[in-house]
Nanobody, 113 residues
Framework: QVQLVESGGGLVQAGGSLRLSCAAS????????MAWYRQAPGKQRELVAS???????VYAETVKGRFTISRDNAKGTVYLQMNSLKPEDAGVYYC???????WGQGTQVTVSS
């Protein structure tokens, strides 16, 4: 079973920035597209951004221009740089292999207005 460990969440004021990290087993990391998802209270989990092995990225419309997903295949880590954060960006953020259905603990992001 692949283990993914998210980190970097926290409390930030609106307009601030956070950088999330997700470490995975290097032996599998280089084989899969990776993505960040988030789930706000009372809402379904949604895709925030994804990144193929080759670095092609896709973003949700709500975060385009503010968030940047990147990956370091050598380190087995995927990042999410979040700038100009808004209160509606708050939630639990999860990283995962695209298409996978098992989820880790995630990391909480709270944005104060």
């Amino acid at each position: 079973q692949v283990q993914l460990v998210e980190s970097g969440g926290g409390l930030v004021q609106a307009g601030g920035s956070l950088r999330l990290s997700c470490a995975a087993s290097r032996s599998i990391f280089s084989l899969y597209a990776m993505a960040w998802y988030r789930q706000a209270p009372g809402k379904q989990r949604e895709l925030v951004a994804s990144c193929t092995v080759g670095g092609r990225t896709v973003y949700a419309e709500t975060v385009k221009g503010r968030f940047t997903i990147s990956r370091d295949n050598a380190k087995g880590t995927v990042y999410l740089q979040m700038n100009s954060l808004k209160p509606e960006d708050a939630g639990v953020y999860y990283c995962n292999i695209v298409g996978a259905t098992n989820w880790g603990q995630g990391t909480q992001v709270t944005v104060s207005s």
